[in-house]
């Protein structure tokens, strides 16, 4: 069987599902809550951040040693 008429076909398709890839990756960091601040659930003591970053970053807290947090 001839490839050469489905190499354009083949090259648009893997175009098409590079931008679709590209733009999953941009919607999953869009789904990372972000915050300047992070407040313990179990303490109440707010970590304040000088730029937005995610819970993760916030943990453990520096009085009670929690690891839950919710955006401040």
Known sequence: MDEA????????LE????RV???ISRLKSFEEVRSLGWQCE???HVKKFTRKV???TARPCPKCNGVSFRPA
């Open 15 to 18: 175009t098409i599902r590079e």
């Open 54 to 56: 995610s819970g993760e």
């Open 21 to 23: 890839d590209y733009a």
């Open 42 to 44: 179990g303490c109440g």
């Open 5 to 12: 008429p489905l190499k354009p076909i083949r090259d648009v």
